[in-house]
T-cell receptor
Framework: AQTVTQSQPEMSVQEAETVTLSCTYD???????LFWYKQPPSRQMILVIR??????QNATENRFSVNFQKAAKSFSLKISDSQLGDAAMYFCAFNSGYALNFGKGTSLLVTP | GAVVSQHPSWVICKSGTSVKIECRSL??????MFWYRQFPKQSLMLMAT?????????EQGVEKDKFLINHASLTLSTLTVTSAHPEDSSFYIC?????????????FGPGTRLTVT
């Protein structure tokens, strides 16, 4: 079974600054996908970024980038130039072809 | 594209009654739909996976007789909570995987808040 661990229940960042959210996972699979999802107060799940395990290059989507360390089974999310709208719950998730397996989430607070 | 809707968005029911939640893929056909439950300030937990035309597969610890899932068409899956009790109050979210899509691809509905009084 796969496990996803987010060790930071809450994080805070000032507007325009950079913040990194941590995620580690455990799996015996070799082919899988990792995701970061954002859940704002509306509770709609929004895909932030996806990383394929077979790709060495870290995924980037505008202000969002990941640091994927396959050997260490680490998958952190970096948010640059933080904006007030980035405030939300962030979930790290794992998928090896079945359903998504989510971490417990990190609540991100953005202060003006 | 790839829009998933859920109905109702919020439902209040009395203890002992049943309530049905619908999940629809609006602009694509979904061979697989997933149902998740999310308690306040917690993560999403997979309840069951439904494939069109076949019985749902339930995760360990989920009562299949209590949470009835039907995936009768390629655009609709329903979750019926039978004999609901206050402990069933939660946020229920579905997601849908398009036909012929990559295994990692799925789109989330907006969720349904169930309150059992």
């Amino acid at each position: 079974a796969q496990t996803v661990t987010q060790s930071q229940p809450e994080m805070s960042v000032q507007e325009a600054e950079t913040v990194t959210l941590s995620c580690t996972y455990d799996t015996s699979e070799s082919d899988y996908y990792l995701f970061w999802y954002k859940q704002p107060p509306s509770r709609q799940m929004i895909l932030v970024i996806r990383q394929e395990a077979y790709k060495q290059q870290n995924a980037t989507e505008n202000r969002f980038s990941v640091n994927f360390q396959k050997a260490a089974k680490s998958f952190s999310l970096k948010i640059s130039d933080s904006q007030l709208g980035d405030a939300a719950m962030y979930f790290c998730a794992f998928n090896s072809g079945y359903a998504l397996n989510f971490g417990k989430g990190t609540s991100l607070l953005v202060t003006p | 594209g790839a829009v998933v809707s859920q109905h109702p968005s919020w439902v209040i029911c009395k203890s002992g009654t049943s309530v049905k939640i619908e999940c629809r893929s609006l602009d694509f056909q979904a061979t697989t739909m997933f149902w998740y439950r999310q308690f306040p300030k917690q993560s999403l937990m997979l309840m069951a996976t439904s494939n069109e035309g076949s019985k749902a597969t339930y995760e360990q610890g989920v009562e299949k007789d209590k949470f009835l899932i039907n995936h009768a068409s390629l655009t609709l899956s329903t979750l019926t909570v039978t004999s609901a009790h206050p402990e069933d109050s939660s946020f229920y979210i579905c997601s849908a995987r398009p036909k012929l899509a990559a295994l990692y691809e799925q789109y989330f509905g907006p969720g349904t808040r169930l309150t059992v009084t």
